[in-house]
């Protein structure tokens, strides 16, 4: 009876293991977040109080909330779009059957090579405004004639920040597409070739449809990198000058692991965690299979 | 003979029994958080292996990067776990641990408290009870190139003023391009920017809170303070607009690499200067005064024991064998750190290692040190240095800006602490 039952759910016994590491990983931390969300829970204190959904009619009032969300979608935003259109510039190059590719492929890796915390170093470095390597490098090509404090001000040491992302993270959109447009048989090149496709022809209507999903994983692995980036942010600008480049990611760390206020830091998790998943379906809806162009 | 010997068998047992007693007071081992790592740390690292000997006493170290300390150590303390017995961590810590409750008071005597400087005792004291044994300090003093203010007939500015007016003769664009070559003046800025502040407030005649916590920096001595230190990079044009940025090292590095002439930092610096270039051609002078004198924001390392610890007895030990006179002194001669006990700078040791003058300014300097204590420390920090940056970026009034995060903090220790 019970060798019966075993294999008639054998491939449920199977997956058991997975299912438990999944929930014991995954779902078991997401359900805490949640639930830690409706305390009042101060570390430093040691006081916890259930408040219910307090925190989060807060959360809707502060205005460091809606500071940093701007900001976030700004980071994000900017650093993902530039990293997917270099990444497709650059996987586009190593494509082809160029001399040195192989050396090329292993340099343009170097950035994804570094740990985040030394990129937010090396561009605090380069970014400075009296011996930072950029300020000598637009000097001399003469494009400016005085140094710039990049990090002084909000707007240019946020783009301070998404330079240092995007240079940081081209690399692994670039391997992500490259592997897509391996994957493409040359026989719809050839044809294109013979039916007298310009480049760019063979590029909006094979390389591009058939790398979709490519695409999708790229996009979605970026966005998720990008919105819990904590690294770059904090050795780069360390969230200043004021809070300008302060995001929800710092803002949670600083809430739940400096301040030990982590019913409230738990509450802006689980807005980000809903914002990260919104984000993900949209990007599944958008880059549907069936939108590709056959 | 045999009477003799029985005697000194006698002896040597006593002796025997006593030394273990003494041996079993103490535990094996305990195990220490220090700020940054020893490698870095030379003085620190000998002083542990001089208590290791002396006392037979294992001290495992674990090191943890300054800036990462206080969450690291919440953690551990929050959950009441007794995995730190003693840790080497900043004044500025004092609240946060003490006011939950995590601290063990050190237990120094009065005449022990003496030794040190005063400033330094009540930075380590909460609430009437001192909490740290001070390993050492950095007070803020003011580092100059001497042979640059000689060119220029120039004397080592001593007030606010002649601080300007040299600084504005030393800032100079060398070849004609439009660009400054060589600035001034330069102050700690990046995370060290509360701290400047608070040293520019202290000497104004300001304060950061009243005996309620509540915040009285944005005072017209803050404003002024505040106003000094934005003047200094946008009016007068002494200091690199890109100081906002720039940390203890970077401003050293500004230093010792001749592209300032004058910079207000800690000690570590001097012994820098020692082992550079600049040996010989830059010396030391006193902050200069503000309209309240030239008392200096004291930063530096402390030991705490921990409440949690089994091993109390031995972390105390521990604590006041690394804020003795030797300890004091290793610090300041193997790694430039400035001495808690002021009366470390009369040994012959310390006027072997460095020139007299220095001695002299460093042991003035650390008898006028403060800091108060305030919970919340980060989060008091963090608005603070952000509305500084406003201040000196020039999106905000030194008034507003100030006056913003009094507000924000009042706000955070009403929410927080119900004050």
Do not use: C
Not at chain 2, 236 to 244: A, F, K, L, M
Not at chain 2, 379 to 392: F, G, T, W
């Amino acid at each position: 009876m019970l060798k019966k039952i075993f294999n008639k759910y054998f491939h449920y016994w199977m997956i058991f293991p997975a299912i438990l590491l999944l929930a014991f990983v995954v779902i078991y931390p997401t359900f805490n977040l949640f639930y830690t969300s409706l305390f009042f829970k101060n570390g430093q204190l040691g006081v916890t109080r259930f408040v219910g959904l307090q925190n989060y009619k807060k959360l809707f009032f502060d205005e460091n909330f809606w500071q940093y969300l701007g900001h976030t979608v700004v980071y994000v935003g900017s650093a993902v779009t530039i990293s997917l259109i270099l990444g497709l510039i650059i996987s586009n190059i190593l494509d082809k059957a160029i001399k040195g590719r192989s050396v090329l492929r292993t340099i343009m890796l170097l950035p994804w090579m570094i740990p985040l915390v030394l990129t937010g170093i090396t561009w605090r470095w380069i970014l400075q405004d009296i011996y930072g390597a950029f300020n000598a490098l637009l000097m001399q090509l003469g494009i400016i004639d005085q140094s710039i404090a990049w990090l002084t001000d909000g707007t240019t040491a946020m783009m301070g920040v998404i330079t240092a992302d995007f240079w940081a993270n081209t690399p692994f959109v670039t391997i992500i597409l490259l592997a897509g447009m391996q994957s493409i048989p040359d026989q719809l090149y050839e044809a294109a070739d013979v039916d007298g496709a310009t480049g760019w022809q063979k590029f909006y209507n094979i390389t591009l449809p058939l790398i979709k999903p490519s695409i999708f994983v790229a996009l979605v692995m970026r966005t998720l990198f990008a919105i819990r980036a904590l690294d770059i942010v904090y050795a780069l600008t360390g969230g200043g000058p004021g809070e300008s480049t302060e995001v929800l990611a710092s803002y949670i760390y600083n809430l739940g692991r400096r301040w030990l206020r982590m019913g409230y830091g738990s509450t802006v998790g689980v807005v980000l965690l809903l914002i990260t998943i919104v984000l993900v379906f949209s990007f599944m809806f958008i880059l549907k299979p069936g939108s590709v162009r056959e | 003979m045999r009477k003799l010997t029985i005697i000194l068998l006698a002896v040597s047992l006593l002796a025997l029994f006593s030394g273990a007693a003494v041996a079993q007071d103490y535990a094996d081992e305990i195990t220490v958080y220090n700020s940054g790592d020893l490698e870095h740390d030379p003085a620190t690292a000998y002083d542990i292996q001089r208590f290791e000997k002396e006392y037979g006493v294992k001290v495992n170290v674990v090191e943890v990067p300054w800036q990462y300390q206080i969450d690291k150590l919440t953690t551990v303390f929050s959950s009441e776990s007794d995995d730190v017995d003693a840790f080497v961590g900043s004044y500025f810590m004092l609240s946060n641990f003490a006011m939950p409750g995590w601290l063990e008071p050190i237990g120094f005597t009065e005449k022990e408290k003496e030794k040190f400087s005063p400033g330094v005792i009540k930075a380590s004291t909460y609430k009437g009870t001192t909490y740290g044994a001070p390993l050492m300090l950095k007070d803020t003093e003011l580092y100059y190139r001497k042979d640059l203010l000689e060119a220029e007939g120039l004397e080592v500015p001593k007030t606010w003023d002649e601080l300007v007016n040299v600084a504005k003769k030393l800032t100079k664009d060398k070849d004609g391009d439009g660009n400054i070559d060589q600035y001034g003046f330069a102050y700690l800025g990046a995370d060290k920017l509360g701290f400047t502040f608070r040293t520019f407030l202290y000497q104004s005649g300001g304060e950061m809170f009243d005996e309620n916590l509540n915040p009285v920096f944005n005072s017209s001595a803050g404003v002024k303070a505040l106003t000094f230190m934005r003047d200094l990079i946008n009016k007068h044009q002494v200091t690199p607009n890109g100081i906002i940025s720039m940390g203890e090292g970077n401003v050293g590095d500004l230093f010792i690499s001749g592209k300032v002439a004058m910079v207000e930092s800690v000690p570590p610096l001097h012994h820098r200067i020692m082992n550079s270039d600049l040996s010989g051609k830059a010396s030391l002078a006193l902050a200069p005064e503000g309209s309240a004198g030239n008392t200096s924001y004291l930063d530096g390392n402390v030991i705490y024991v921990s409440s949690f610890s089994k091993k109390k007895k031995t972390a105390k030990a521990f604590a006041k064998f690394m804020s003795s006179y030797e300890s004091s002194l290793h610090e300041l001669v193997r790694e430039g750190n400035n001495s808690p006990n002021p009366n470390v700078f009369d040994d012959p040791r310390v006027k072997e290692k460095y020139p007299e003058k220095w001695v002299n300014v460093m042991q003035e300097s650390v008898r006028d040190v403060k800091a108060e204590n305030y919970p919340l420390y980060l989060q008091v920090e963090q608005n603070l240095r952000q509305e500084i940056q406003k201040a000196l970026n020039g999106s905000k009034s030194p008034e507003k800006a100030l006056d913003d995060a009094a507000a924000q903090i009042s706000e955070l220790y009403s929410m927080i602490l119900g004050i």
